[in-house]
């Protein structure tokens, strides 16, 4: 797909969605010239609006079979149970040799919606950018959002050699480290990384809306230790995560059960007064900590 001699990736690519990461792969290809045309489609023309006022787009359309007309590379952006909707629409506008990739933080329901509808001659390839923030919608964007972390790719084991090093060769542009896994593996590894903290964090600051108004106030005002980072967690796109919870079910509700149990015996813990496994169990999960700063992703 790239050109000798420039640093073209895809001539044309084609974004669906333009929030957080549709917005700051707009701004990655714009910085690098990876592309000479870079078509966006959204739900609303307040969306698009936006990106034209901040010059992120060659061309924008409500309509996504416009905007992956002769698309190279075709990226999902969007919360992942509008795939099979947006698949089914856009698989006949698709050209032979296309890439469809996407953003999402489940990878089977990639495959199990997207794949049936994508003509013969068009690679699928799902990917997951491990990054993020709190913040969405066009203005949240930054070029810089992918760097030194991971991008995850599932292709099925029959995907073409040229689409997959394609899409990964997008990812290391941006700064990311790439890794190719099976999909249902991936959705099992982030429902511990990603998805079980989210719902944590959800839940932690949701019980604290229940609180009677003065402890609400004292929360808040306090709030500088553990729940400030629940906080910023909570604050995110509730559309997006409703999506990667319906869609990653059987991981999620696997390692919920897990925590619920874990959480139970910690709780027994404390009311029986075991000092000694709540350290055991304290000290142990330092390592993790000790990990995740050695593998700089802190």
């Known amino acids: 797909m790239s050109s000798p001699g420039n640093n073209i990736l895809f001539p044309r690519i084609a974004l669906i969605g333009a929030g957080l990461i549709g917005s700051s792969l707009a701004r990655l290809f714009r910085r690098d010239g990876l592309t000479d045309h870079i078509a966006v489609s959204a739900r609303t023309q307040g969306t698009l609006d936006k990106i034209q006022e901040l010059g992120l787009a060659d061309s924008v359309s409500l309509d996504a079979v416009e905007a992956v007309t002769d698309a190279d590379l075709v990226i999902l952006c969007v919360p992942v149970r509008a795939y099979a909707a947006i698949a089914e629409a856009i698989g006949p506008a698709l050209k032979s040799g296309a890439i469809v990739t996407d953003v999402g933080s489940c990878k089977q329901s990639v495959i199990d919606d997207v794949r049936p509808h994508l003509p013969e001659g068009v690679h699928l390839v799902p990917g997951h950018p491990v990054a993020g923030t709190e913040h969405s919608g066009p203005e949240a964007g930054f070029a810089e959002l992918f760097e030194g972390r991971w991008a995850i790719l599932t292709p099925e084991a029959d995907t073409d050699n040229a689409a997959i090093e394609a899409v990964a ?130």
């Open 169 to 298: 060769e997008l990812w290391r542009r941006a700064g990311s480290f790439v890794e190719i896994m099976e999909a249902r593996h991936h959705d099992q590894v982030l429902a511990i990384t990603s998805h079980l903290p989210q719902l944590v964090a959800y839940t932690i600051v949701d019980t604290a809306t229940g609180l009677e108004d003065h402890l609400q106030g004292e929360v808040v005002k306090f709030s500088a230790g553990g729940f400030r980072d629940f906080t910023r967690l909570a604050a995110s796109d509730p559309i997006m995560w409703r999506d990667v919870c319906l869609s990653n079910k059987e991981a999620i509700l696997d390692i919920l059960g897990r925590f619920t149990e874990d959480l139970t015996a910690i709780q027994r813990a404390i009311r029986r007064g075991e000092a000694d496994k709540l350290e055991e169990t304290f000290t142990r999960t330092r390592a993790i900590r000790s990990g995740v700063i050695d593998a700089k992703q802190d």
